[in-house]
């Protein structure tokens, strides 16, 4: 009979970390869509400069984009659907060849539904600072190197203008309707402010017209949440071997999100409740 020695069972070295995610499984350092990854359905505006709101130039900017249907002779029958903030271009369609998931709006656009693209030309960008086919932080600046952290901070103005050298590009003057929920409703609510000649309607889907204070405070507790995890390392993790990047800050940051939304509807539920106990109306006109 053999018996086990010590020496047998001590592993003769310790388990590094880099070997422990092995084991676990490793999520990439980005999801970023990278210059060389499958395209996918996605098409590209041609290049163009955009004048930010901090003052800043952003030269060569890129928006990728996908579109149903045909635009017809006078270009009246567009509708941009715009994309909220995990969304991308990818409106329609199966997951794959270059597409992570699949179209978030499956079922609603398309041959006969609701957004008929028998009838429209459907186009949906991918916003300036994206990712996902737009220029953005992991795309390459002037020097060949990602822009990671020196990228320009970009508004909810700044990404809807972006949208506008598109349509500029496509020889769309107006829409014959512009869609967005949640952040997209906001950049659908910017185009329709700034610059009401550029559609008929407007589709606003469960966005605000601005950012409370109380959301701004906790998505500085979230940005907090990103720049703590030591695998974001101040915005330069691309090179990042899988399982290396800034996952778990990005985890907990959507953690965040998901309690407070559920937290801000009951919030708004009691204060409907009490103004309607004080015969107060609950929204006023303005």
Known sequence: MDFQISEDSAPSEFITEEQRRQLVGRPPATGAWIIGDPVGDRKFSEPFDIALESGQTLSGAR?????WGELNQDKSNAVLVLHALTGDSHLIGDAGNGHATSGWWNGIVGPG???DTDRF???TPNVLGGCQGSTGPSSLDQNGREYGPSFPQLTIRDQSEA?????DQLGIDKYFAIIGGSMAGMHALEIAIDHPERLERLGILAAPPYSTADQIALNTVQLEAIRSDSGFAAGWYYDAKPGFGPHKGLALARRMALIELPLSQRAQREICQVLAVSGEPA???R
């Open 63 to 67: 928006l990728a984009y996908e579109s």
């Open 113 to 115: 539904l609701a957004i």
């Open 121 to 123: 030309f459907v186009l």
């Open 163 to 167: 949208f506008l050298k598109l349509s």
């Open 283 to 285: 929204y006023r006109a």
